[in-house]
Each structure stands twice: as structure tokens, then as C-alpha cells.
């Protein structure tokens, strides 16, 4: 090293240490052989879909059919979320189909039949699932009841309050012409915001990352060099660009997509940029070491629980939105276990203390595609049932693997 | 051998009447235990004596059964791990209780990160290393997973914790028992380092050379009872006949082999 006063992280000679682009590729390949394998599995696993799909009907690339499929991605996706929260915890929630169920039915009691206003009747359906949660929560920390029989218990008690709730019609229908519906059905970003929002992630990577650098460089720490920073803050916007472009070809972008990306990224930052993020992981990883080590390791299975019950009623809030009904039919069938592949599908381990808000975005973006792709050739359920099994199993195999590769290799 | 005098240091800690069961099994019976400012006191006894049981009663991760502890002259009660950390005794763990898929700096820092909704990592980095460095420790990189590390390594992971906070006590359960020649010394100065700032600092050892090296006091248990405390002069032949109960026992029959066969 020509370098005559290595930086504080340099010091030790044996480590090999990544310069330029052609170093990065070298580390990557050899973090994804050591089974850290990130969302590269997902990424190829959508391709592989996509080209399938595009081979057997055209119509499947068609903007307007991509449009179509971001808003069905968004209700699901919402409850996906909530999956991921318990799942970094290696916990699961089993009820949150008929968590939605009751969000969405709560929606239809509340404000079409007993007239509450409407922001009160959503507000009344999170507070539903944070109460649901924090008794997961509480089951688990007083009694030592696994989440697994909890939640299921769940599940049932739910079905039959939504049940309870609809009453003898069985389905409440949403005034079509109302706010709620178009939000589910209509409502498209205007295209000059959508072409500004693809700026954003540019700006913040630049500054955030410049801010980093100039910190890291005081310090005398390693820093990455502007040059790659911009790089790959130019690629990301011009990536975002043309999917924006193409999609603005049909119909545009749903708002409905864009909360459940902004629930996303939201989510993204707490688990990686705060101290409850830490901590989640801490616990996932060993809550007795996390115990020791001063964490209120109950407090974080109460917030993880209540969030993904909470994240589970608005996702039927959503979804009442999009079938404009509340009805019997709501979060049940392969809603459930839709969500929860969705997480594992996108990277999320089901070991616990790994996990991503993005695995939420990528596992239902596979789910929606093969059930889209699926109903455009006109097959039936059963065979979208069988395929999305595979997916799952597949996605579950995989991370098995890489669980075993990791602890060969020191990751895990 | 050096002289060292029990230093009239502040009265931190005291432990009266300590008791443990864990269901049948009385792990500690009736213990009693002084720590003053700027001492060492060293924790020694058979496996199985209770010497872990007792550190993690003062690190609030087991209850006692019965007894007191006063933490400068005030009576507490520890209820949980951060109860202990605030009070300003902090732990070295004999099992580590690291977090495996965390990198060294989370781990540091686990529970105590700075600017909770903003994770200042450029900060805790530099810390880290700076922690590290008092250490000596030989840590290629602090962004890996603790899992990609060595036992010695880790071992200095937990120690650089229990520093971050700048604790009042000290205790480190067994903290050389994974570490090579050089990094044993490293322990060791610092734990003379922290007793001359003033710390308490609470030492496990089965290695009665390190014992006596850097102990003030030596606290005999056997069978989670106190037998006898001891100052680093006393004899081999005393200490052993304490841990193990008898005077007559494979050690001393070995040690008067060996003198015979040398004479
Ligand atoms: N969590 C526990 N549950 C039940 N028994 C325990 C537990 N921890 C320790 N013990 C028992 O307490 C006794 C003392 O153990 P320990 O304090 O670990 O000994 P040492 O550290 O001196 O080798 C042992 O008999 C052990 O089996
Ligand atoms: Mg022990």
C-alpha cells in the first residue's frame, strides 16, 4: 500500500480491501457464495417469471397490464410488511388474512352502514390490529405462548368476529363514486410528479452519501469515492426513470403503489437507521444476549407484533378499497399465506434476525406476477395455488441453504 | 512477590446473605461479598461452585432467592440486565452473549447506540476502534459479522463492551479462557488500568497465576458457598485445599510427587 498512514479500519494487513469497480464485483460474488445472499435470488427468480410469462402472452409486459397488477400488489403488499416485522424477530403471524378481514369489514360497518365519518372508521381499524397485536405480544411475554399457536388461535377468532360483524347479508358494499374506491381503483399519480419523485432517491443517495464520506474522511475512516456514489445514484434515477416512463405509457402510477412503496421505505429506514431497528435484529438474532445487554427485549415483541397486526388492517382497509366491498370473501383464501410468502419469497430469513422492508416489495411483485400471468392464460386457481406453493418452497429451500452456507463461512 | 495492601477505597458493593436455587438445586447458599473502589477481588472455585450463577445475579440476570445487595451503601434491587448497566456494573459474560449476526460495532454498541432515530455509525465506528485499539485487540475489520470471528476475538468484543459505558464495577467471568499469550497480558493490564482509575473490578479465573497477579483479595467459593478469602500470598497448597474441600486431593498428591521425583 503506497499509502503511508492507513485509515483507522485499514490498519490490518491481512484483510484484502475492494478498490474500484472491478473490486466490488469481487466482493459481491464472493458474499453471495458465502450465502449472503441479499435479493439476488428474487431478482432472477422475477426475470425467469417475466420472460415465461411474456413468451406465452405479450399482453403480460403491456404497461396497462403492469398498472393492473401494481394496484393488486399494494394490498397484499401492505400486510407483507407487517410479516417482515415478525419474521426478523423469528416470530409468525398467522392470522393477518383474517387481521385484513376484519380491517376490511370494520370499514364497511363503521362508515357505510353506521355513517362515522371515514378517517375515524380507518382510524378505528388500526387501533383494531394494534390491540390484536399487543395481545400476540402480551400471550408470548407473560405466558411463554409460541406466536405460531397464538396467531392461529387468531386466525379462527378473527374469521368468526368478521363474520359476527358482517352479520346475515354477508357484504357491505362502498359508495362507488366515493374517495376510498377511486383511491383503490383510479387514482394515478400525475405524470410530471411521477417523472420528479425518480429524482428523489438521486438527491438523498448523493447528499446523504457525500455527508457520509466527508464524516468518514474527518474521522480517518475508509470512504467510498464520489465518483461510484454518483454512479449509482445515476443509475438508480435512470432505472426509475424508464420503469416510470413505461408505465405512464398506460395508465400511469397508482397512488395506492405509492403508499405502499412510501410504507416501504418508511420501514426501510427504521429497521436499518435507528436504534429500534438495531434492536430487532439484536433479538431475532438472541434475545438473551439482546436482554443482557440492556434491551427491553418485551417491548420490541410487543412493537413488532402490533405493527404487523396494525400493517395487516390497513391492508384491508386497502383492500376494501380496491374490491369496493367488505365482505365475507375478505382475507381469506391464499391472502394469508400470500403475505407470508410474499416476505420469504423477497429474502426475509424465517430463521429470524435477517430481514428487509424490500423483501415485502419484491416477494409480492413475484406473487402478483405469476397470478396475473397465470389468469391472462386463462388457468385456474388450482394451478396458481400449485405454482405459488412451488415459489414458496423453492424460496424457503433457498434460504435454508444460505443459512448453512453463512454458518460455514462466519456470516450467519 | 510485590506487596499489596487491600486499598481503603469506597465500599461499592456488598452482598449479604445471597442465596440462589434454581428449583432443587442450591446454586448459591448465604454468600457474602465485598467490592471496594480501586480493588480487585478474584472469584475462584470448582466448575460448577456457582462463581457464574453469582455474576449474573449482580448483572440482573438472575434474581436471588433470598438476601440483600447494597451498591454504595444504598440498598438495591436488581430487577433486569439495564437496571445493573445504569447502576454502572457491567458484565463480561462467560458465555459471550454476543449478537452472531450483528458486526462488531452493533454489538459494541448493542442497546446503547448514539442518536436513536438517526444511528450516528461514522461516531460508534470510530469509538469502536478507538476501544479496540486500548485492547490491542488484532480485529481485521468491524464491519464483518461477529460469527466470521475467532473465540479470542470475540472474547475482546465483550470485553471493549463492557468498557463503553464507563461502569463504576467491572466483572469478567472466566475472561482469558479463550485468548492466547499476548492477548492474556492485554486483559490483564487492563485490568490493573481500570483498577488504578479507580474501578471495582470483579474477576473469574481457574488460572491461578493471572490470580494472583493482578488479584487484591481472593474469594474461595465451593459448593455456592464462601470458603474462605484469601490474599494473593497465600499458599497453593491453601487455595487448593479451599476450591476443592480437602487438604489431602489430586493436586497436592501431585505437587509432593513432583517434589520428590525432583529431589
Ligand atoms: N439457569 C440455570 N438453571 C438451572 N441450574 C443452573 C442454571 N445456571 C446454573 N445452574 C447450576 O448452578 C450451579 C452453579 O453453576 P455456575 O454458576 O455456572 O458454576 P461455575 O461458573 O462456578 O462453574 C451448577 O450446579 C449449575 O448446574
Ligand atoms: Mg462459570
Not at chain 1, 23 to 40: M, T
Not at chain 1, 41 to 52: D, E, R, S
Not at chain 1, 380 to 392: A, N, P
Not at chain 2, 214 to 242: C, D, H, K, M, W
Amino acid at each position: 500500500m503506497s499509502d503511508p498512514k492507513p485509515t483507522l479500519d485499514r490498519a490490518d494487513s491481512r484483510v484484502t480491501h475492494a478498490s474500484g469497480i472491478g473490486g466490488a464485483v469481487e466482493q459481491f460474488i464472493g458474499r453471495v457464495k458465502a450465502g449472503d445472499l441479499g435479493s439476488l435470488p428474487v431478482i432472477v427468480g422475477l426475470a425467469i417469471i417475466w420472460t415465461v410469462f411474456t413468451l406465452l402472452n405479450p399482453i403480460f409486459l403491456s404497461p396497462n397490464n403492469l398498472v393492473n397488477m401494481l394496484f393488486d400488489c399494494s394490498t397484499t403488499g401492505v400486510i407483507s410488511l407487517g410479516i417482515v416485522c415478525v419474521l426478523i424477530l423469528g416470530e409468525i403471524d398467522l392470522s393477518v388474512g383474517s387481521m385484513s378481514g376484519v380491517g376490511s369489514t370494520l370499514i364497511g360497518v363503521l362508515w357505510v352502514n353506521a355513517g362515522v365519518p371515514l378517517p375515524l372508521a380507518i382510524l378505528a381499524a388500526l387501533i383494531a390490529g394494534a390491540l390484536i397485536g399487543t395481545i400476540y405480544a402480551t400471550l408470548r411475554n407473560r405466558l411463554g405462548m409460541p406466536s405460531f399457536v397464538s396467531t392461529l388461535s387468531g386466525l379462527l377468532a378473527l374469521l368468526g368476529l368478521q363474520l359476527y360483524l358482517l352479520g346475515a347479508t354477508g357484504s357491505i358494499n362502498l359508495p362507488y363514486s366515493s374517495t376510498m374506491v377511486n383511491f383503490g381503483q383510479l387514482m394515478i399519480m400525475a405524470k410530471p410528479l411521477s417523472y420528479a419523485l425518480c429524482l428523489v432517491p438521486c438527491v438523498v443517495m448523493l447528499v446523504v452519501g457525500l455527508q457520509t464520506n466527508a464524516k468518514r474522511r474527518a474521522a480517518n475512516l475508509s470512504a467510498g469515492s464520489s465518483g461510484g456514489l454518483a454512479l449509482r445514484a445515476g443509475l438508480t434515477t435512470l432505472g426509475l426513470l424508464a420503469v416510470i416512463f413505461y408505465l405512464n405509457l398506460g395508465r400511469g402510477v397508482p397512488w395506492m403503489f405509492a403508499l405502499f412503496v412510501a410504507l416501504v421505505l418508511v420501514m426501510n429506514y427504521a429497521f436499518t437507521r435507528t436504534q429500534w431497528g438495531r434492536s430487532m435484529k439484536a433479538v431475532g438474532g438472541n434475545a438473551e444476549a439482546a436482554r443482557r445487554a440492556g434491551i427491553n427485549v418485551r417491548r420490541i415483541y410487543v412493537s413488532a407484533f402490533m405493527l404487523c397486526s396494525t400493517f395487516a388492517a390497513l391492508g384491508g382497509v386497502l383492500s376494501s378499497a380496491r374490491l369496493a366491498s367488505a365482505s365475507q370473501q375478505a382475507g381469506t383464501g391464499d391472502v394469508n399465506l400470500n403475505a407470508i410468502a410474499a416476505a420469504v419469497i423477497g429474502g426475509t430469513s424465517l430463521f429470524g434476525g435477517r430481514g428487509s422492508a424490500f423483501s415485502a416489495l419484491l416477494g409480492i411483485i413475484v406473487i402478483q406476477s405469476i397470478a396475473n400471468g397465470l389468469t391472462l392464460l386463462n388457468l385456474s386457481s388450482s394451478l396458481r395455488y400449485m405454482i405459488t406453493g412451488g415459489v414458496l418452497a423453492i424460496a424457503v429451500i433457498v434460504d435454508s441453504l444460505a443459512r448453512q452456507s453463512r454458518v460455514s463461512h462466519g456470516r450467519a | 512477590m510485590t506487596e499489596r495492601p487491600t486499598p481503603k477505597g469506597e465500599l461499592l458493593l456488598s452482598l449479604r446473605g445471597i442465596s440462589k436455587n434454581f428449583g432443587a438445586v442450591s446454586a448459591l447458599t448465604d454468600i457474602e461479598l465485598d467490592v471496594h473502589a480501586g480493588e480487585v477481588v478474584a472469584l475462584v472455585g470448582d466448575n460448577g461452585a456457582g462463581k457464574s450463577t453469582l455474576v449474573k445475579v449482580l448483572a440482573g440476570v438472575h434474581q436471588p432467592t433470598s438476601g440483600s445487595i447494597s451498591y454504595r451503601g444504598r440498598p438495591v434491587t436488581l430487577t433486569s440486565p439495564s437496571a445493573a448497566l445504569e447502576l454502572g456494573i457491567a458484565t463480561v459474560f462467560q458465555d459471550l452473549a454476543l449478537c452472531e449476526n450483528l458486526d462488531v460495532v452493533a454489538n459494541i454498541f448493542l442497546g446503547q447506540e448514539l442518536s436513536p432515530l438517526r444511528l450516528d455509525e461514522v461516531s460508534m465506528e470510530v469509538r469502536a476502534w478507538t476501544l479496540l485499539n486500548e485492547l490491542a485487540a488484532r480485529i481485521p475489520s468491524v464491519r464483518e459479522p461477529i460469527a466470521s470471528l475467532s473465540g479470542g476475538q470475540r472474547q475482546t468484543v465483550a470485553i471493549a463492551r463492557s468498557l463503553l459505558l464507563n461502569p463504576q464495577i467491572i466483572m469478567l467471568d472466566e475472561p482469558t479462557a479463550a485468548l492466547g499469550v499476548a492477548q492474556t497480558a492485554e486483559v490483564l493490564n487492563l485490568v490493573e488500568r481500570v483498577r488504578d482509575k479507580g474501578l471495582g473490578v470483579i474477576m473469574i479465573s481457574h488460572n491461578m497465576a493471572d490470580v494472583r497477579a493482578v488479584a487484591n483479595r481472593i474469594v474461595v467459593l465451593r459448593l455456592g458457598r464462601n470458603n474462605g478469602v484469601f490474599t494473593p500470598e497465600a499458599s497453593n497448597q491453601e487455595l487448593v485445599g479451599a476450591i476443592t474441600g480437602a487438604t489431602d486431593n489430586a493436586v497436592s498428591r501431585r505437587e509432593s510427587r513432583m517434589a520428590e521425583e525432583t529431589k
